[in-house]
């Protein structure tokens, strides 16, 4: 108790300074004053009796020295001292510490935006308690990899009956269901859920209520949670409409609940909540996502032995139900759906280091520069009295105001940086659930930072200035170009110039990638063409004569719009994948199960919307589809893998076909009846695969249309969804967009990302290294005036001159060029995943960088150059 | 010479606390220079110490509470900070007596014990 009082005394002594040294003041003087007395009185003349009186007390000083450390707090004392003093040092330079202070907030605020982004997805992306120990149960076949993530009734509840180290397990499953809104269908995603869900998942409904155990029940009425973007979309954001019933799927249910913003699980629309029976269950019930929660404590191999050790048992149960090499796998789910985007994040992480680093040489540079020149100053301090580690650390106070003031632009320069980086990001790697923004931990995170900037680039400064020799101290006029303080400056220089090397050489790699990529031949031009995604609702149509008639009836429509200038229906569309595979007979070959090919069913007019070229032959007929012989044409991959130098005109093969709804698929025979171009169809970059295009009645549920354009994409696309209204008023469309805005969201996108991150930190870093170069030539001119002055006298000219200094700036630069190659022989093997047929040592890119930074460094130069050629000798030299 | 001084200082702190609160209690409130004198008288040699670290104990026991300084006139008629003992401080003056005691006592019968 008594301690604890002390403590709090002593603190308010430490913030109200004044305080104790007054009344000490009176006490001391009185005493004195008795003890002189006293001296006197023994018979000391006056002067002896005061130094009697001092010295039984002990020295004033000293007395004093002891009171104050006794009753105050030493060390927040002297902190407060130091941080004035810097206070006052620091707004006596302005320009100087504006200029560390903005370039300090480029490097910590940079930094703090990527790691930023890096909380926002990576580490903490999930608003769900307890999210990062959500896992995902899949079933592995080890033989060719294939891997099941569904599990049936009866299994989901072995695995979830008999594992103990879940503290929580749901079961999902999404489907595509038709919520019908006055006349108009909308294609929603509907996920089912265990019961539990929302427990579970732990976050309350925005509005209404989650659903309770009665309403999973089979009597009960059906019910319904709706996400918080669905409901803005379809619901016009209308909080009545809990309680109102919707149509979904032809299924009347009561909308009970609106999430908040960030519930997405699943990526739903709709949450609907069924139960897992495994009595009620049978062949017809749909097997359900296993996803948990690890119980605290518990381990993922802990996890996965002991679902291995049930699956094994139910595998000699009933081996049917499982492949004879398989494995049960556990997998973070955090893990799962943002782990692919953490190459990109953590390089751009590496790349933002590195210009942090530039900027503490830089400020580092500019701290030792005034060191030299505040030498006389510090010697003086030292000489009546400053401990070595007083200058010490009053230093390391400046660099950690500079510090903190960074970290406070920094904060502000994350703020907009974030806003202007979220809309870069690629969305689709990144969950519903991801929010951004400067939250607690990048702040923290900001400060933490900037601590250990300051200590970074503060303490070559602070051992200078702290480092005895004061006769050496007070005899020079701080010149500080030879020695340790010239060595290290010149050595910062050089270490911001190889960094800022390896950052521009980083992003003209992603360049060039990034071209490569966009510039790859896909086959055909995807601007003009637009694809739509249609679904006919069940309703429409009673049997597949029908529905292809609907479909035939839709495209007419589509044709006869104005700007159309071609329109196809198809399985897909390229460069994706649009089919799937099949073996090859060729009639009159023996078959070979190696040979196999892709087979897309399509409309005749799929080519001729494609814009793709016929090498042989021509297109088949749609009525071929249901006469014989049936027609087909093949890719010229195909025709040279397969049939070499024959003509493949009028021969025959054979593939299977599978028609949905027809029962079991079957082989038929085809004619071909031409050879077309090929077009890449397992994705922009994978190699094209043989190909043959089928005509199709066989069109399944949803179908792609394809619509040319003959002129603008955008003023097609707006008569579009009211063209196919016609053709059926309840007709359900996706629209993607054309198929080169398609590859630029899917496919594009993250190169970008990383591309424009990249480069900004490049552009950045080489202003950086422009400001450190010309700071540290400008201050050698300085200091060298005399120097210079006398050789101008001497009769050199100001080329020459200038000449010499250029010269000394381009010897930093060879080095720091040589270190930053080296250098970057190391990095651009950790960038090398993220390039696209580009070589770490790609010539022309490296050239590039270096002539980049050069030029910089050099024109960095020649302003101090100059100056140096305009020194006035006379007046220099009279100056000393 | 400051090394001299604070090795002695260090080693009498807690002790110089218990020397201040004994007197107090026993005398009565004084201020510092009185305190000094009086101690001095009692002890046989000249006090060990400076009488500068007096104020170092002093802060430190009111900051404690265990005792407390007030300002009064004294006799000659000069403004002088009086320290009294409280009673918080008389209970601690026990507690660290006793503790004293025992450790006098403890070490005492080391020295005397043949080792």
């Known amino acids: 108790m008594s301690a604890l009082r002390r403590l709090v005394l002593r603190l308010a002594h430490f913030v109200l300074p004044g305080l104790g040294e007054r009344q000490l003041d009176r006490e001391l003087r009185m ?230 913003p960030r519930f997405t699980w699943h990526a739903a629309d709709v949450w609907i909540p069924a139960p897992i029976d495994r009595a009620a269950a049978d062949a017809n019930t749909a097997p359900r996502n296993f996803q948990a929660r690890l119980a605290p404590g518990a381990g993922m191999d802990e996890a996965e032995a002991q679902l291995n050790v049930i699956a094994r048992r139910r595998a000699q149960e009933s081996p049917a139900e499982y492949p004879p090499n398989f494995r049960v796998e556990v997998v973070n789910v955090i893990e799962q759906v943002v782990g692919d985007f953490r190459g990109v994040l953590y390089t751009a992480l590496g790349a933002v280091g590195l210009l942090l680093l530039i900027a503490c040489c830089n400020v580092a540079n500019m701290l030792l520069a005034r060191a030299t020149v505040r030498e006389r100053e510090m010697t003086i301090r030292a000489a009546l009295g400053a401990g070595q580690g007083r200058i010490f650390r009053q230093v390391l106070v400046e660099s950690l105001l500079l510090a903190l003031a960074g970290a406070a632009g920094g904060c502000l320069l994350a703020y907009v940086g974030i806003g202007a980086l979220v809309p870069l990001l690629p969305q689709g790697p990144l969950p519903g659930e991801v929010e951004f923004g400067l939250d607690r931990a990048a702040l923290l995170f900001s400060l933490g930072l900037a601590v250990a900037a300051a200590l970074l680039f503060g ?116 460069p994706f994948g649009s089919g799937y595979t099949s073996q090859l007979d060729i009639a009159g070959m023996p078959p070979d199960p190696q040979r196999t090919t892709l087979v897309q069913f399509c409309t005749g007019s799929y080519f001729e919307t494609l814009g793709l070229r016929f090498l042989q032959g021509d297109r088949f007929d749609d009525s071929s589809a249901d006469r014989m012989p049936r027609q087909a044409v093949v890719s010229q991959t195909l025709a040279t893998s397969y049939f070499g130098a024959r003509d493949p005109i009028g021969q025959h093969i054979t593939v299977t076909v599978q028609t949905a709804g027809a029962g079991q698929p079957d082989r038929s025979a085809f004619e071909i009846v031409g050879v077309v171009q090929d077009v890449r169809n397992r994705g922009p970059y994978e190699a094209v695969v043989p190909h043959v295009y089928l005509p199709g009645p066989a069109l399944v549920g949803s179908s792609t249309i394809l619509v040319r354009a003959a002129a603008d994409p955008a003023a097609v696309a707006g008569t579009l969804r009211s063209a196919l209204r016609e053709a059926h008023p309840h007709v359900i469309v996706r629209e993607p967009g054309t198929i080169q805005e398609v590859l630029d969201r899917n496919v594009y996108a993250q190169p970008r990302f990383s591309l424009i991150v990249i480069a900004v930190f490049a552009v950045a870093a080489t202003l950086l290294v422009g400001v450190g170069v010309f700071s540290v030539m400008a201050y050698a001119v300085s200091r060298q005036t005399r120097e210079i002055a006398v050789r101008l006298a001497l009769g050199a000219s100001g080329a020459q001159v200038m000449r010499g200094v250029i010269g000394a700036g381009g010897r930093l630069l060879v080095m720091g060029i040589g270190i930053g190659l080296v250098g970057s022989l190391a990095t651009s093997r950790l960038l090398a995943r993220q390039l696209w047929s580009t070589s770490t040592y790609d010539p022309p890119t490296v050239i590039a960088a270096v002539v980049l930074i050069t030029l910089t460094a050099l024109l960095a130069c020649y302003v101090p150059a100059r100056r140096a050629t305009h020194i006035d000798p006379m007046a220099a030299l009279r100056q000393e | 010479m400051a090394n001299e001084h604070s090795a002695r200082v260090e080693l009498l702190q807690g002790t110089l606390d218990l020397i201040v609160l004994r007197a107090l209690a026993t005398m009565g409130p004084l201020h510092a220079y009185a305190l000094a004198s009086r101690l001095e008288q009692i002890a046989d040699h000249p006090f060990p110490l400076n009488q500068g670290t007096l104020y170092v104990a002093l802060v430190r026991l009111e900051q404690k509470g265990w005792i407390k300084g007030v300002w009064q006139r004294s006799e000659s008629n000069r403004e002088a900070k009086y320290y009294g003992i409280t009673g918080a401080g008389r209970r601690a003056l026990e507690k660290h007596t006793e503790r004293w005691r025992r450790l006098a006592r403890f070490v005492d019968k080391l020295l005397e014990e043949p080792l």
């Open chain 1, 31 to 260: 005493h004195l004053s008795m003890l002189e007395e006293e001296y006197q009185r023994r018979g000391m003349t006056l002067e002896e009796a005061a130094l009697a009186a001092t010295r039984a007390l002990g020295g004033l000083h000293r007395t004093k020295e002891l009171h104050r450390e006794a009753r105050s707090v030493v060390w927040l004392d002297d902190l407060r001292r130091d941080l004035r003093y810097a206070v006052r040092t620091l707004t006596r330079t302005p320009g100087f510490t504006a200029l560390a202070v903005l370039t300090l907030t480029l490097g910590i605020g940079s930094v703090t935006v990527i790691y930023s982004v890096i909380h926002d997805v990576l580490l903490d992306p999930l608003p769900y308690p307890g999210s990062q120990r959500f896992v995902n149960v899949q079933v592995v076949n080890t033989e060719d990899g294939r891997r099941r993530n569904v599990l049936p009734a009866a299994e989901f509840l072995d695995f979830q009956e008999q594992s103990t180290v879940f503290d929580a397990v749901i079961g999902t499953r999404g489907e595509s269901g038709v919520l019908a809104i006055g006349e108009s269908r909308e294609l929603v995603r509907v996920v089912l859920v265990t019961p539990n869900f929302f427990e579970v998942m732990g976050l309350p409904p925005m509005f209404g209520r989650t659903p309770a155990p009665t309403d999973a029940q089979p009597d009960a009425p059906p019910v319904a949670v709706v996400r918080h973007r669905a409901w803005v979309t379809h619901f016009a954001a209308d909080p009545s409409v809990v309680g109102t019933v919707m149509l979904l799927d032809g299924t009347p249910r009561t909308i009970v609940g609106v999430m908040p």
């Open chain 1, 459 to 574: 303490i070559a400064p602070a051992l200078y200035s702290a480092r005895r020799d004061l006769v050496q101290g007070l005899k020079t006029d701080g010149k500080g170009l030879t020695g340790t303080s010239g060595r290290l400056r010149h050595a910062l220089v050089v270490a911001g110039i190889a960094l800022s090397l390896v950052l521009v050489l980083g992003a003209g790699l992603l360049m060039r990638s990034f071209l490569s990529l966009v510039r790859v031949d896909l086959g055909f031009d995807p601007r003009p063409v637009l694809v739509r995604q249609i679904t006919f609702p069940p309703e429409a149509y009673a049997s597949p004569a029908e529905r292809h008639r609907l479909y035939a009836d839709a495209l007419e429509r589509v044709a006869s719009q104005p700007g159309v200038a071609g329109v196809a229906a198809s399985m897909g569309f390229p």
